[in-house]
């Protein structure tokens, strides 16, 4: 009696990857949004009800912290701190995860219309059109790794821009107004800095240090797609005209991004070096 016989693989399947994934992603990109503050919440300190609420908060405990004269974070500043270095974990973890599922997804837009030759030019195009899509979405997902990594390594530089939105008045205008001018006073004069201006310098040169970092790692990753695309490129006889194109396309788009990521990489070491002049610059709205 002949054994069952194994059901031959649905020719429709890697379509119903795509689709998985898709979805997937569609969810992710809704997650990044979303889940970040509720995950920062659950850790121990205060919740905040929303970006406002946390400007606010930090706000207030900066302006004390400034005028503490200390070093230390006080409590209610670290709490914050605190916070939104696990909010940017939660991002960077989101954005690393979709990141994945883009990549994979675009190879499999990318191999389905290498594959898609012979069967029409709308099936062509709207597989190019929605590889093209998937690749600039990867490339803002990596974009977003890379900042929230930054913002992780250094949460409380990342919570700066807050103390500039909108027209701060009362005691924070002071604050902010005693902070420019010990930075200039130290870029002037290098007499004694404030304690807690000592650490906004040294948390800014490590924010900038962290994308440095973060940024080589990238541009090593891109340098090596393009140089893979290009290998491909020339070992693809003529009659490949459609996978010719696509490898062009990536070489030529991997050593593009690559050479943006090391730029950003060579002025944030830069900045890390000598990070009062930027943090003077940001503090008069010039960063």
Same mark, same amino acid.
């Given at each position: ?20 994934? &898709? ?7 809704? &997650? ?8 920062? @919440?659950? @850790? ?12 606010? &908060?930090?706000? %207030? ?8 004269? @200390?070093?230390?974070? =006080? ?5 914050? /701190? ?18 994945? /599922? ?31 899509? /998937?690749?600039?979405? +990867? ?27 909108? %027209?701060?008045?009362? +005691? ?15 870029? !002037?004069?290098?007499? =004694? ?32 797609? !393009? ?6 490129? +020339? ?12 490898? @062009? ?6 050593? !593009?991004? &690559? ?6 990489? +060579? ?21």
């Amino acid at each position: 009696m002949p054994g069952p016989t194994v059901p031959p693989r649905s020719a429709g399947a890697p379509g119903s990857v795509i689709a998985v994934l &898709a979805v997937l992603a569609a969810a992710l990109a809704a &997650a990044f949004v979303v889940a970040p503050r509720t995950l920062a @919440g659950a @850790g121990p300190g205060d919740g905040f009800a929303d970006q406002r609420a946390l400007a606010g &908060a930090f706000r %207030e405990r900066f302006t004390e912290y400034w005028g503490s004269g @200390g070093r230390d974070l =006080p409590p209610g500043l670290a709490g914050i /701190v605190d916070h939104w270095f696990r909010y940017h974990v939660a991002k960077a973890v989101i954005a690393a995860i979709l990141l994945t /599922v883009l990549a994979a997804l675009g190879v499999l837009l990318w191999k389905a219309f290498l594959r898609a030759g012979g069967t029409g030019a709308g099936r062509s195009t709207a597989l190019a059109s929605a590889g093209v899509l /998937v690749t600039v979405l +990867a490339l803002g997902s990596t974009a977003a790794v890379m900042a929230n990594i930054q913002g992780a390594v250094a949460p409380f530089s990342s919570l700066l821009p807050m103390l500039t939105t909108g %027209e701060p008045g009362g +005691a924070l205008a002071d604050t902010l107004d005693q902070v420019r001018r010990g930075l200039a006073g130290h870029l !002037s004069t290098g007499g =004694p800095t404030p304690p807690a201006l000592e650490v906004m310098i040294d948390d800014f040169a490590r924010y900038h240090v962290a994308l440095a970092g973060v940024a080589a790692v990238v541009a090593v990753a891109l340098v090596g797609m !393009s140089a893979a695309s290009w290998r491909g490129f +020339a070992g693809t006889g003529p009659s490949g005209g459609r996978a010719r194109r696509v490898l @062009g396309s990536f070489g030529v788009f991997s050593a !593009s991004a &690559a050479l943006l990521v090391i730029v950003i990489g +060579a002025a944030n070491t830069a900045t890390a070096a000598d990070p009062a002049p930027a943090l003077l610059a940001f503090f008069e709205g010039g960063w």
